[in-house]
Nanobody, 124 residues
Framework: QVQLVESGGGLVQTGGSLRLSCSASGRTFSSAAVSWFRQAPGNEREFLAAISWSGGRTVYADSAKGRFTISRDNAKNSVYLQMNSAKPEDTAAYYC?????????????????WGRGTQVTVSS
């Protein structure tokens, strides 16, 4: 079993930066691919980025390219999402999910484990 906990969210001003963390328990996390998503009220879940188990491969949604960076530290059982040049439209709950395959889908069933999310609010 793997449990995921997101942290690092909060209030940030437009143009600011945040680093979100997805911390995991369980030895299988280092062999799992991890994806980040966000969901704003009234909106569908949006895929942002994914990283392979080794960190050697990453994929980004077009909306995330240039401002978001995904990385991982398997020694710390953690995956990170760096957000730069924050915009008010980045306001959302941010989630991480893990699975055996690296995916860019948004279906809950495509991943084995989900965190409960961390809220990011960007003030204008």
């Amino acid at each position: 079993q793997v449990q995921l906990v997101e942290s690092g969210g909060g209030l940030v001003q437009t143009g600011g930066s945040l680093r979100l963390s997805c911390s995991a328990s369980g030895r299988t996390f280092s062999s799992a691919a991890v994806s980040w998503f966000r969901q704003a009220p009234g909106n569908e879940r949006e895929f942002l980025a994914a990283i392979s188990w080794s960190g050697g491969r990453t994929v980004y949604a077009d909306s995330a390219k240039g401002r978001f960076t995904i990385s991982r530290d398997n020694a710390k059982n953690s995956v990170y999402l760096q957000m730069n040049s924050a915009k008010p439209e980045d306001t959302a709950a941010y989630y991480c999910a893990a699975g055996r395959a690296m995916r860019d889908t948004t279906l809950r069933g495509d991943y084995d484990y989900w965190g409960r999310g961390t809220q990011v609010t960007v003030s204008s």
